[in-house]
């Protein structure tokens, strides 16, 4: 069996977030076994053409849009994730959920 290219790995990663959560270009990367290369699945959503792809679940590392504001794919990318359930702020970033703390971070306190 051929291994996969790294484009495959990326669209791959990029098919498993599930429908309302999100994830960063660098996480991406990560999971496809590609770490440090945030860039390259940027320039692969770029030139995607299949429209099954939920390419607006990827945004950047801070939680934003890498599309400039006010552009017809942010407020797309915007309105996709606001549909699938995910909490924005008035600017578009993704609301991280509260972590839970830990067993340990309970009984014996911290972050």
């Known amino acids: 069996m051929d ?3 790294a484009a495959e790995r990326i669209l791959a990663a990029i098919r498993a977030i599930p429908r309302g959560e999100t994830a960063a270009y660098g996480v991406i990367a990560q999971r496809a076994g590609l770490p440090g290369r945030a ?3 940027a320039r692969l959503l770029s030139q995607n053409d299949d429209p099954k792809l939920p390419w607006h ?3 950047r590392s801070d939680g934003r849009s890498a599309f400039p504001p006010g552009t017809p794919h942010h407020e797309e990318q915007i309105k996709r994730l606001r549909r699938e359930g995910v ?3 008035d600017r578009g970033r993704v609301l991280a959920a ?5 067993i340990d971070e309970e009984v014996w306190g911290g972050p």
């Not at 509260?98 to 830990?102: D, E, G, Q």
């Open 57 to 59: 679940r990827v945004l």
């Open 39 to 41: 860039r390259l699945v």
């Open 3 to 5: 291994p996969l290219s």
């Open 98 to 102: 509260k972590r839970t703390k830990s």
């Open 87 to 89: 909490k924005l702020d």
